[in-house]
């Protein structure tokens, strides 16, 4: 769902399901894209990352997808643990020159029930 | 192994005072990125170093400077507090040099304008 305000979307699954987190980017010219893992009160740790001339990546129990044609991305996590809730943003970074900075999506609120 | 390290990680400060964050990077990384996260909202990019020079910059206020020292770390001065500066502000640092496109996020400082 869309976010208003200071209102994350929230994702609550049963532990043991898979996870689908979306994400709709902005910037036709991004060329790296990455997902972020951020627990309460703590920094936002990677979790994988993408290149724009790749549909997909696979790591450790996550996936990620990325359809450049409606700009969207997607962290798909196996095997939901309780140690996987938290908030989850994606970020991109637009291609040349010297912009290295991120962007943020708005964060997923991920709930894993034992 | 060694992560990004902030200073200090809580603050408390009045309306109209200063207050300097410090960022020390993660050894050999040459990049510093300064990030203000709102409670609720995604990370927004303040202003980045390379190599001890500006590189780029995003909704920093005037109030706000930032710069990078010799031994690559980094301090955000903030003047004039208002209450709308009080958010978490994470630093992130990268090898750039080394094309590296990951950053590493420290913990954060959490700064409380009263």
């Known amino acids: 769902g869309e976010s208003v305000g200071l209102h994350l979307p929230t994702l609550s699954v049963q532990e043991g399901d898979n996870s689908i987190i979306n994400c709709a980017y902005s910037n036709s010219a991004s060329d790296y894209f990455i997902w972020y893992k951020q627990e309460s009160g703590k920094g936002p740790q990677f979790i994988i990352d993408?290149?724009?001339?790749?549909d997909k990546r696979q790591g450790q129990r996550v996936t990620v997808l990325l359809n450049k044609t409606v700009k969207h991305l997607s962290l798909q996590i196996a095997a939901t643990q309780p140690g996987d809730s938290a908030v989850y943003f994606c970020?991109?970074?637009?291609?040349?020159?010297?912009?290295?900075?991120?962007?943020f999506g708005k964060g997923t609120l991920l709930t894993v029930n034992p | 192994a060694a992560g990004v390290i902030q200073s200090p990680r809580h603050l408390i400060k009045e309306k109209r005072e200063t207050a300097t964050l410090k960022c020390y990077p993660i050894?050999?990384?040459?990049?510093v990125y300064w990030y203000q996260q709102g409670p609720g909202q995604d990370p927004q990019f303040l202003i980045s170093f390379y190599e001890k020079m500006q590189s780029d910059k995003g909704s920093i206020p005037d109030r706000f400077s930032a710069q990078q020292f010799s031994d690559y770390h980094s301090e955000l001065n903030m003047s004039s507090l208002e209450l709308g500066d009080s958010a978490l502000y994470f630093c992130?640092?990268?090898?750039?040099?080394?094309?590296?496109?990951?950053?590493?996020f420290g913990p954060g400082t959490r700064l409380t304008v009263l």
């Open positions: 992130a640092t990268a090898d750039r040099g080394g094309a590296g496109d990951e950053q590493f």
């Open positions: 970020a991109e970074k637009p291609s040349g020159g010297s912009n290295y900075k991120l962007t």
């Open positions: 993408i290149r724009s001339n790749m």
């Open positions: 050894p050999r990384h040459d990049t």
